[in-house]
Nanobody, 116 residues
Framework: QVQLVESGGGLVQAGGSLTLSCSAS????????IGWYRQAPGKQRELVAV????????NYVDSVKGRFTISRNVAKKTVLLQMNSLKPEDTGVYYC?????????WGQGIQVTVSS
């Protein structure tokens, strides 16, 4: 079993920045991709940022390109999401995700609120 715990969320003014952290513990397994999702109230959960574990290739939803950066520290078992130039529409619950060969692992979610 892999456990993921997010931290770093909170309330920020539009135009500000936050960095979310996802720390992993538990079983050591092969992870193919790591990512961040978010879910706004009344909306479907959407993929925000993803990184291939093998190549390091990243991809982002169009709405955050140029503003968000996903990164990892393998030794520290940590995934970061640096969020700059935040907008009110970035508000939501953010979840980190690790995808293994046959199973995905999710954090508990952390609230990000961007005020206008």
């Amino acid at each position: 079993q892999v456990q993921l715990v997010e931290s770093g969320g909170g309330l920020v003014q539009a135009g500000g920045s936050l960095t979310l952290s996802c720390s992993a513990s538990g079983a050591t397994i092969s992870i193919n991709a790591i990512g961040w999702y978010r879910q706004a109230p009344g909306k479907q959960r959407e993929l925000v940022a993803v990184m291939s574990s093998s190549s390091g290739t990243t991809n982002y939803v169009d709405s955050v390109k140029g503003r968000f950066t996903i990164s990892r520290n393998v030794a520290k078992k940590t995934v970061l999401l640096q969020m700059n130039s935040l907008k009110p529409e970035d508000t939501g619950v953010y979840y980190c995700n690790a995808q293994g060969n046959r199973e995905g692992y999710w954090g508990q979610g952390i609230q990000v609120t961007v005020s206008s």
